[in-house]
C-alpha cells in the first residue's frame, strides 16, 4: 500500500532517447510534483500540477513534459536526453497548495542514468 | 536570488548523544520552513513544518525553532539513535502568486554512530 509510487527505479539510457518515467498516488491528493536531485544531492522543483493543471514550472528545458492522465498520475516525459539530465528524479504529492502548509510525500526516487 | 544554506555538511555523534544542525535562508517573501530528513536511496519524509508566526515545532525527539526575524532555524535531535542517521534537508517556501516555490538547502548528513 505504497502511498507514492515511481516506476522505473532505475533507468539507464543512451543519449539523444526518449524516456519516461511513471509516478502514481493513492492518497487521494490534488496536488503532484516532480523534483530533480542532482549529484550535489540538491533538490529543485521541476514542476506542480494541482487537479491536473499546471501551476508550476521551474525554467526546466522543454525537452521535459509532464503529463497528468488524471489526479492520481503525474508521469514525465524526457526527449532528447542528454548527460546532464543524469540525476535522482522525485515524485511527490501533497493535499493541496492552497495554504501552503501541506506534507509533501515523496516516492522513492528514480535514478536515470545517461551514457 | 533565494538561498539555504545548512551547517554543518556533515556530522558524526554517538548514539544517545544530542545534536543541532543549523539552517539559514534569504527567502522572500517568506512562507513557511520544513526541515526533511532523507534516508540514503529513499524520499525526503517531512519533519516539522512552521509558519513566520511558529518560532518552535516538535515531533517526537525532533525539535525545529525558527527566528523569522534573523531567518535562522535549527533542528535539535534528543537522545540519537542509529536510524537518526540521514541527511536533514532545510526548506523555505516563498509564496509567488497562487504559488508556493520551495528552496532546498544541500542538507546536513547525520552519522550516528553505536
Known amino acids: 500500500d505504497t502511498a507514492v509510487s515511481q516506476t522505473p527505479k532505475y533507468l539507464v539510457t543512451q543519449m539523444g532517447n526518449d524516456k519516461s518515467i511513471k509516478c502514481e498516488q493513492n492518497?487521494?491528493?490534488?496536488?503532484m510534483y516532480w523534483y530533480k536531485q542532482d549529484s550535489k544531492k540538491f533538490l529543485k522543483i521541476m514542476f506542480s500540477y494541482n487537479n491536473k493543471e499546471l501551476i508550476i514550472n521551474e525554467t526546466v528545458p522543454n525537452r521535459f513534459s509532464p503529463k497528468s492522465p488524471d489526479k492520481a498520475h503525474l508521469n514525465l516525459h524526457i526527449n532528447s536526453l542528454e548527460l546532464g539530465d543524469s540525476a535522482v528524479y522525485f515524485c511527490?504529492?501533497?493535499?493541496?497548495?492552497?495554504?501552503?502548509?501541506?506534507?509533501?510525500?515523496f516516492g522513492p526516487g528514480t535514478r536515470l542514468t545517461v551514457l | 536570488k533565494n538561498q539555504v544554506e545548512q551547517s554543518p555538511q556533515s556530522l558524526i555523534i554517538l548514539e544517545g548523544k544530542n545534536c543541532t544542525l543549523q539552517?539559514?535562508?534569504?527567502?522572500?517573501?517568506?512562507?513557511?520552513l520544513r526541515w526533511y530528513k532523507q534516508d540514503t536511496g529513499r524520499g525526503p519524509v517531512s519533519l516539522t513544518i512552521?509558519?513566520?508566526?511558529?518560532n518552535t515545532k516538535s515531533n517526537g525527539r525532533y525539535t525545529a525553532t525558527l527566528d523569522a526575524d534573523t531567518k535562522q532555524s535549527s533542528l535539535h535531535i534528543t537522545a540519537s539513535q542509529l536510524s537518526d542517521s540521514a541527511s536533514y534537508i532545510c526548506v523555505v517556501s516563498a509564496r509567488a502568486g497562487g504559488s508556493y516555490i520551495p528552496t532546498f538547502g544541500r542538507g546536513t548528513s547525520l552519522i550516528v554512530h553505536p
Open positions: 539552517c539559514n535562508y534569504t527567502v522572500s517573501p517568506f512562507s513557511n
Open positions: 492518497l487521494g491528493h490534488d496536488t
Open positions: 511527490a504529492s501533497s493535499q493541496d497548495q492552497n495554504s501552503g502548509r501541506y506534507t509533501q510525500y
Open positions: 512552521m509558519t513566520f508566526s511558529e
